[in-house]
């Protein structure tokens, strides 16, 4: 059996699996693929989602040969190579960079005046976000386009296809498996199928779980058990219940959640819930998200019961998630004031604090503005207090 992945990969940009956003009749970036318009692109978003496979569509509808590079192993000869085979060629290359954010400053200066002058379609993927890793020159020569994981119904309908076209029996909870288990990886799907179906037909359940004994992205065998196991454990972890929030924890655990995705999700809850009532509790929750990345499971599952348990236990405050969402709105609904000409840079009638014992009356706004409220919760009690105190001559 040849890869399935390989085999199966689409062509067309109607074939292609999910991004409806994306690549639907009229949307944006399908209609600048199909008027040859496409500028230098980055696309960013989970495994097995399609970005490369975007990226080689995009070459055959623009007929542009297709060059398909790493990052970390980009070597600029390489890159030269290229540009100096196709400098009088009437249609330019397609250049794919996979893992684009961790092109360095050099690799990124040796492409831009390319891009500059067109002399390669740059195409670049990543995992995460690359906007902060591109400097400003790159950024403002290219677009930058986020892709979804696919979802659960459009799995199991391209798994029912690929099903039939090569003619492999499986039971029913196995499908359910192999979709949800793989958490909107088609890759990793189709790879978990070709290795159970040489081993055994039909594919069963068993053989599956032997193979790949964790899910990797859903914590159960239905997506909404997923979520709302997740939400349980937040739920319970904002509402101060140790047993509960140790109970959804390992609900999550023995469903196969990846000890990655809940030290995530318990980051967040400690900016968002907790802040400054109890500032360390970010910081438990920073070192247990970088443990669980190298140490996973069955040890991983003692550091993020240590994060739940002090998580639930400190006190809560959500000033800082309200603050910063307050403050969004008002930009959004026109508050935009220019900076007070005082605190521009090398201004000369600029006040100095540390001049004046730590702090001096000026303004650092044109209009007054208010977005911070305290909650004299824990540790933001002696913040609020240090705040006023500073301003006490």
């Known amino acids: 059996m040849a890869h399935l992945a390989l085999k199966h990969r689409p062509k067309t940009l109607d074939a292609l699996i999910g991004q409806t956003h994306l690549l639907s009749k009229g949307a944006a970036l399908r209609t600048l693929i199909e008027n040859g318009a496409l500028p230098h692109t980055f696309f960013y978003g989970p495994p097995g ?25 980009l070597k600029i000869e390489d890159l030269r190579k290229i540009f100096k085979e196709y400098s009088n060629a009437l249609q330019k290359p397609l250049i794919f960079i996979d893992e684009v954010h961790r092109l360095s400053k050099n690799q990124q200066e040796v492409l831009l005046p390319f891009m500059e002058s067109n002399a390669a379609l740059v195409i670049g993927a990543s995992t995460e976000n690359p906007y902060y890793s591109l400097t400003a020159a790159m950024r403002s020569r290219s677009h930058l386009f986020e892709l979804t994981a696919i979802s659960d119904k459009e799995m199991f309908t391209y798994l029912e296809t690929i099903l039939t076209l090569e003619n492999i029996t499986i039971d029913n909870e196995a499908k359910t498996y192999l979709v949800f288990s ?9 790879n978990l199928l070709e290795s159970a179906s040489s081993i055994t037909s039909p594919v069963t359940l068993e053989i599956l779980k032997e193979i790949r004994p964790h899910a990797m992205q859903a914590g159960s065998s239905e997506s909404e ?3 709302e196991l997740t939400s349980a454990m937040i ?36 900016s968002e819930d907790i802040g400054n009532a109890n500032p360390p509790a970010l910081n438990l929750a920073s070192s247990t998200l970088n443990i669980v990345k190298y140490i996973g499971y069955p040890e991983a599952r003692i550091s993020l019961s240590q994060l739940v348990i002090y998580l639930a236990s400190s006190p809560k405050s959500n ?21 007070p000409s005082h605190i521009k840079t090398h201004a000369k009638n600029y006040l100095y604090p540390h001049d004046y014992h730590g702090w ?30 500073i301003k006490q001559k």
Not at 49 to 62: D, E, H
Not at 182 to 187: A, C, H, Y
Not at 369 to 378: A, D, N, Q, R, V
Request: a positive charge; one cysteine or more; charged letters at 20%.
């Open 225 to 227: 058990s997923h979520y």
């Open 360 to 389: 001096v009356e000026q303004s650092y706004l044109n209009k007054p503005l208010h977005f911070y409220k305290t909650s004299h919760i824990g540790f933001e009690k002696t913040l609020w207090q240090w705040h006023e105190k």
């Open 235 to 270: 739920k319970s972890i904002r509402g101060s219940d140790i047993d509960a929030s140790i109970y959804y924890l390992a609900r999550l655990i023995d469903g196969g959640e990846p000890a990655e995705f809940i030290a995530r999700r318990l980051a967040i809850l400690a």
């Open 49 to 73: 989602c399609g970005k490369t496979t975007l990226a080689r569509v995009i070459a055959s509808v623009l007929e542009r040969p297709f060059y398909e590079m790493n990052a970390t192993t």
């Open 182 to 190: 793989s958490g909107g990886d088609v890759r990793a799907m189709l």
């Open 319 to 339: 000033s800082a998630y309200t603050a910063i969402n307050s403050a969004l709105n008002a930009i959004k609904q026109g508050e935009i004031h220019p900076i």
